[in-house]
């Protein structure tokens, strides 16, 4: 009995030591590192306990832990069409993945843009942003997008994804509590030791680069789907006032005859003069519950790579996933 009971606490101890050192900085996410570490007691020790009460106990710790969740591959190659790419559905409901091109889609590469979401999530939060009273002053400097050479408020900025506005608002935000959020939404790598943005090869003007953009900070497609479920999903620990404030300038499509809104934020980013990654991320409502999705797009030669082609595709994934879920 002594011996058995001694397995069983050993088994514990490593299990919550692997819940403790999960989070930033390794490839696999928390979720599949738990799931590969999980300890089973040996059957031979199993034997010698008093088989009524070491099966309740069995069933009773059953019980306590939720299912994993079902992961599924799929083709969804036409969507993409000689695109090199991937997607990540996670259905709430089903607790179910459904992954194309699974090597990439736990690749990180820079979230670009879709940052926008989170830098929002945490000025917003942290009374850094109030959306009523959120206009910043444009600095005369002439920019590439026409719509950002003008005073924005927080949803013309997000909408237009002007990045000297987020430039400003990351630098209100500060190191020490960036780190602190991204630690708590296990976002990725983590990474976010080139705050100027320095090793971005796309341009050295400060007003337009950062940690985020083509730098140090990465997150792979199905990472992206995890942290969208962390912040919008029932178990978020943000406030819904922030949540909604968020929704507002997040919805890119409502599919009338399918009833879903989709939400999301695009991201694009190049590397010597070509697109190197572009994105949507984001979630999807529905009548029978939330659908979190990432469509990623990497560099493909000889194809035209951009954010509003990972939109479309996204689009037309989510809507066709609900639509057969039916």
Not at 205 to 223: D, V
Request: charged fraction near 25%; include cysteine; glycine fraction near 8%.
């Amino acid at each position: 009995m002594k011996k058995g009971n001694n397995y069983f606490k050993l088994a514990s101890l490593l299990f919550a030591c692997a819940l403790t050192l999960t989070g930033c900085g390794d490839r696999r996410s928390s979720e599949e590192k738990i799931f590969e570490e999980r300890i089973e007691e040996p059957e031979e020790e199993n034997e010698e306990l008093n088989g009524q009460s070491v099966e309740t106990e069995t069933e009773d710790s059953a019980k306590a832990l939720p299912a994993e969740p079902e992961i599924v591959e799929t083709d969804w190659s036409e969507y993409f069409n000689g695109l090199h790419g991937a997607a990540v559905v996670y259905d709430v409901t089903d607790r179910q993945y459904t992954i194309y091109n699974g090597d990439l889609a736990l690749t990180r590469r820079s979230p670009c843009s879709t940052f926008k979401i989170i830098s929002s999530l945490i000025a917003l939060e942290n009374g850094i942003l109030e959306p009523e009273d959120s206009i910043r002053t444009w600095s005369g400097e002439s920019f590439w997008n026409e719509d950002w050479n003008r005073d924005l408020d927080f949803s013309e900025a997000f909408r237009t994804s002007c990045v000297w506005y987020y430039r400003q608002v990351i630098d209100d935000i500060g190191k020490d509590m960036m780190q602190k959020e991204l630690q708590k939404l296990q976002y990725g790598n983590c990474d976010i030791s080139d705050w100027e943005g320095g090793s971005n090869t796309n341009n050295n003007n400060r007003a337009l680069t950062g940690f985020w953009i083509e730098s140090s900070l990465m997150i792979s497609p199905k990472e992206q789907v995890e942290v969208m479920e962390r912040i919008f999903g029932d178990d978020s620990d943000y406030s819904q006032e922030t949540r909604d404030q968020l929704k507002q300038v997040m919805q890119v499509s409502q599919q009338e005859q399918t009833e879903i809104s989709i939400f999301g934020k695009t991201g694009m980013g190049k590397a010597e003069g070509i697109v190197v990654d572009a994105w949507l991320t984001g979630f999807a409502e529905s009548p029978k519950g939330n659908i979190y999705y990432c469509v990623y797009l990497g560099r493909t030669d000889g194809m035209e790579v951009s954010s509003s082609r990972a939109k479309e595709i996204a689009i037309q994934i989510v809507s066709d996933y609900y639509a057969l879920s039916l």
